[in-house]
T-cell receptor, first 115, second 110 residues
Framework: GAGVSQSPSNKVTEKGKDVELRCDPI?????LYWYRQSLGQGLEFLIY????????KSGLPSDRFSAERTGGSVSTLTIQRTQQEDSAVYLC?????????????FGQGTRLTVV | DQQVKQNSPSLSVQEGRISILNCDYT??????FLWYKKYPAEGPTFLIS?????DKNEDGRFTVFLNKSAKHLSLHIVPSQPGDSAVYFC?????????FGTGTRLQVFP
């Protein structure tokens, strides 16, 4: 498909384990965002990639969280030593330009459950 | 500190009537605002947007109003339809990232 693709769609992991979440943005989109939605909460910004610029990591909640974007396309969000409070839906979005009046397109999300 | 606020967590409206969803923001430097709709188990989808140089933008049944002096925007849906039942997120563009509100769950009943 031509939309943003995220995998896995669901992930259950034990507390203390590491997890990797993957995002395939829309082809040609230079901007990529990660958000998360905890139960009953809004969309919390995590990290933003724009082209070859240094990512905006200001939303990452702790140093257990990191993200990479290889070749300006696929992105991986890694959570180390997962905690129960990490349980949430992790959403990826991409847009054609970061600094213009274009909307971001979201994937369907990865539901992470830490038990 | 919540820069984009949606103070009504839920709203219930009868089919055919108007739905008004509200959003307040604190940063006067925001220059672009968007509304997204989210169904369960799906990612948010873009609905409508407005630039800060305008005070109104209309697209079919959806109209967004912006009051910059009050730092307030609203989404009007008229007439409301049962398929509009979803969570609606307001978002503001902060330089190059989107800041979202906590969402309002709209239920349109027959």
């Amino acid at each position: 498909g031509a939309g943003v693709s995220q995998s896995p769609s669901n992930k259950v992991t034990e507390k203390g384990k590491d997890v990797e979440l993957r995002c395939d943005p829309i082809s040609g989109h230079t901007a990529l965002y990660w958000y998360r939605q905890s139960l009953g909460q809004g969309l919390e910004f995590l990290i933003y990639f724009q082209g070859n610029s240094a990512p905006d990591k200001s939303g990452l909640p702790s140093d257990r969280f990191s993200a990479e974007r290889t070749g300006g396309s696929v992105s991986t969000l890694t959570i180390q030593r997962t905690q129960q409070e990490d349980s949430a839906v992790y959403l990826c979005a991409s847009s054609s330009q970061g600094r213009s009046d274009t909307e971001a397109f979201f994937g369907q999300g990865t539901r992470l459950t830490v038990v | 500190d919540q820069q984009v606020k949606q103070n009504s967590p839920s709203l219930s409206v009868q089919e055919g009537r108007i739905s008004i969803l509200n959003c307040d923001y604190t940063n006067s430097m925001f220059d672009y605002f968007l509304w997204y709709k989210k169904y369960p188990a799906e990612g948010p989808t873009f609905l409508i947007s407005i630039s800060s140089i305008k005070d109104k933008n209309e697209d079919g049944r959806f109209t967004v109003f912006l009051n910059k002096s009050a730092k307030h925007l609203s989404l009007h849906i008229v007439p409301s339809q049962p398929g509009d039942s979803a969570v609606y997120f307001c978002a503001a563009r902060d330089t190059d990232k989107l800041i979202f509100g906590t969402g309002t769950r709209l239920q349109v009943f027959p």
